[in-house]
């Protein structure tokens, strides 16, 4: 008998792990935009996505929608102590959208402004993430089923910490996919980004790590931690788990030694390897809550016949996804140059 919550709960957090590092590195493209030297730097780095990034978002509508047709509860609790943050993202992809169409047929000074506009709608959307990630981190109130808390429990100091470090590593991502992804003067600029952004994804993830932490004791007996009169450490519960963030600092570095070398593929390996220990970090501290921390996956969960009759259809389009998915990376792989261009 197939364990259908199971198998959607994990369908879900694959299809946001993939939207996080796919369209991360585009949005990190739009958060180094202000720093290229020239508006044909500016067209190669946009070029470098051009063919890849409508697909990129596919993803966060799988995510979403999933979680609302697969796990209604856990949607009509979350929408609501989200809310504010996630129409934020949501102008924030709107406006990015349109200024990347806008921008490559625009002239002069409208040029300069749908520069501006893919800038701050791909720093926007990044922000918001981060605000919508700190939110579920940290928790939600519920009662009897229903959120109960206000409309800005999610603005707080931590949230704001973990914009932050998201903003930062979204533009590790981009930076490290242009190193991947062009040569000569853009190449050595995205090479001098990759080392910024991973001195401060380091620092922010440091950060961050330690400060999720003490946002709930959950979190803390998870990792083996207790803190009473003095730290007390588990460390029958915490050793098996240190591979995780010692997977985070080997990508870190890997960014920095391979960047530092100017290679070309590694530091996006690199980078995607931080975002996976993340990623895997946050599994270990929240599962199996889908609403941190009181509704669990199962009990979130749509009736069985219905996750079955989804998976059904899910199991024939998904496939197609990841395959066209793969076969446009493989068909344009290779280096963007000035004479390069999709649109």
Do not use: C
């Amino acid at each position: 008998m197939l364990d259908l919550p199971l198998i959607w709960a994990a369908l879900i957090a694959v299809a946001v792990l993939l939207y996080v590092v796919l369209d991360g590195f585009d949005l990190g493209i739009g958060i180094l935009f202000p720093f290229a030297r020239s508006k044909e730097e500016r067209d190669v780095m946009m070029n470098t996505v051009a063919p890849v990034w409508d697909g990129n978002e596919t993803w966060l509508v799988l995510g979403g929608g999933g979680l609302l047709a697969a796990f209604p509860l856990a949607y009509s609790v979350l929408m609501p102590a989200l809310y504010l943050p996630v129409l934020l993202m949501l102008a924030g992809l709107i406006l990015r959208g349109v200024a990347f169409e806008f921008r490559f047929r625009a002239r002069n000074r409208g040029r300069k402004f749908w520069t501006q506009m893919f800038a701050g709608g791909s720093t926007l959307t990044a922000a918001a993430q981060g605000l919508i990630l700190g939110g579920f981190i940290q928790g939600v109130a519920v009662e009897g089923d229903r959120f109960a808390g206000g409309a800005f429990d999610w603005l707080t100091p931590y949230t704001l910490l973990v914009a932050a470090g998201i903003v930062a590593g979204y533009a590790l991502l981009g930076g490290a996919w242009l190193m991947m992804k062009t040569t000569d003067n853009l190449h050595g600029d995205a090479r001098r980004w990759t080392l910024t952004s991973a001195a401060a994804v380091a620092v922010l993830l440091a950060a961050v790590s330690l400060a999720t932490l003490f946002v709930h004791p959950q979190i803390a007996e998870r990792w083996g931690l207790e803190a009473g009169s003095g730290l007390t450490i588990d460390w029958a519960a915490l050793a098996p788990l240190l591979a995780i963030p010692a997977l985070g600092l080997a990508g870190l570095l890997l960014v920095v030694s391979m960047a530092s070398k100017g290679s070309h593929r590694w530091p996006f390996v690199g980078a995607l390897t931080v975002f996976l220990s993340g990623y895997l970090g946050l599994a270990v501290s929240f599962m199996p809550d889908i609403v941190p921390y009181g509704i669990g996956f199962r009990e979130a969960a749509a009736p069985d016949n219905a996750l079955g009759l989804m998976l059904v259809g899910t199991g024939f389009i998904l496939p197609l996804i990841l395959g066209y998915t793969a076969w446009v990376y493989w068909v344009f792989r290779g280096k963007v140059t000035p004479e390069t261009g999709y649109h």
